[in-house]
């Protein structure tokens, strides 16, 4: 038979550094499109 689950005993380090790293890369991601834009915008102006 399966152990009884105990809320909270998993491990989920590997899960919070794959969501650092998701974050981090969109926070980077958003930041390079709007410099993008304001360049454009600027160059076509």
Do not use: C, P, W
């Not at 899960?15 to 958003?30: C, H, L, M, W």
Request: hydrophobic letters at 50%; glycine letters at 8%; zero cysteines.
């Amino acid at each position: 038979m399966a152990e009884e689950h105990k809320h909270g005993s998993m491990d989920i380090s590997v899960q919070e550094k794959a969501y650092d790293g998701f974050i981090k890369a969109v926070s980077r991601g958003t930041i390079v499109i709007l410099v993008s834009l304001v360049l454009l915008a600027l160059i076509n102006g």
